[in-house]
């Protein structure tokens, strides 16, 4: 009996413990839809996106249609960050025109304004530690009025790193050492952290749970296009891999 009271003791601090981080990984699309391995598929894709992209479509065109539809693009009101998507997307879209990494984000304030942008920046400098978000906070904590929303290097509650897509390990570790909020447009299941922030060493998990983070509520199209973006390097088989 009193093993069993404390084995439920366990459980409820755990779950609450938990409680704090909502992650979900709830999509409209078909989860296998954002594994993309080969060009073929990729193409299949984009075609099939209302985009007007054709498969022999050179590869400036395909993103210069996509630029189209997204500046054209009304946000979904039955989708709360359908917006932040948007904005996240068109600056993934802008590394993508440079020739870098298709990933972008922005930083969203306790009021739900962007206050800041960025995007992968990794072959366009030659610097292996610009992802998107890294990018994205690097340029904001080097601007004057990043301090008013900080206290030392960590933020004050109530801002969220948006980002195109589920953060990586590195970005992932940034954004909770900055205390900041993670959203994400796309769910990254070959290489997003925020679905195994479980395999974090103990007291960087225990970090990572004073924030929400958590899947944005965006619609299927906008979740579509930020892992298409992301994995437009297989046109051109842009970078070291
Ligand atoms: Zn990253």
Redesign the pocket.
Known sequence: MKKALIFTCLIILVSTSFAQQTITSATLVDPSYFITHTREELVRKLVDLPCGIKADDPIKTIFQKIETYLINFNPEPEYSDDAFAKAANMQALKSVMEGGYGIGSVLVDQDGKIIAAGHNSQMQKNRSDL????ALMTKFENSPRSKKYMIHYVYKPGLTVFSSAE??P??FIRISTAGCDTKYCTPGPEDGMVTRVSCLPPSWREMASKQKVEIGDCSPIMQKLSHLLFYSYLLDNRGPY
């Open positions: 992802h998107a978000e890294m953060p990586c590195m970005c």
